[in-house]
């Protein structure tokens, strides 16, 4: 059992909260604010990560697993958003949404295989109760969003270095979802509480 008010936390489930801010912006097209908030939702980001290797009494389980989720959510967001505002292909948003569904999927089952009886739905939505550590792999899209975002804003929108960045993040995209599949083990620890 573990305490889930932890400041990073906290600050996960505001980048949670600032992903739909976000994609509105990008869908209105006001791309000068929408890069304020990508880059606040990025600070958030750094402190939760810098609070919780720091101070032991603010690392948890739950933040291992709501860390990653929040930036999954605001990727998601980021890209759904972007391709609406015709700065990423449908094509490439397609891949990367499947690949992290598929990854999300694995994590409920990884979290129904790991909770000890009897498994009922409280327990098992009780993020108090830590049965596994998720510890994604890392090959990040953050500099194709970045790049996306800023392209209206500093006048880059036709680049050819925009769409190599398109190519090189699908062969990533299609890189880290082998990594998952045969990693799997590696990515998600299950915490032994004998």
Known sequence: YENPWTIPNILSMARMGLAPVL???????????????????????LLDGFIARNWANQKSALGSALDPLADKILISVLYVSLTCANLIPVSLTSMIILRDVALIAAVFYVRYKTLSPPRTLSR??????????????????????????????FNYVDSIYLQTLWCITAFTTVTSAYSYYHYGRKTVQVIDNK
């Open 124 to 153: 098992y939505f009780n993020p108090c109760y830590a049965t596994a550590q998720l510890k994604p792999t890392f090959i990040s899209k953050l500099i194709l969003l970045t790049a996306s975002l800023a392209a209206p804003v």
């Open 23 to 45: 994609g509105y912006l990008i869908v209105e097209e006001n791309f000068n604010v929408a890069l304020g908030v990508f880059v606040l939702a990025g600070v958030t980001d």
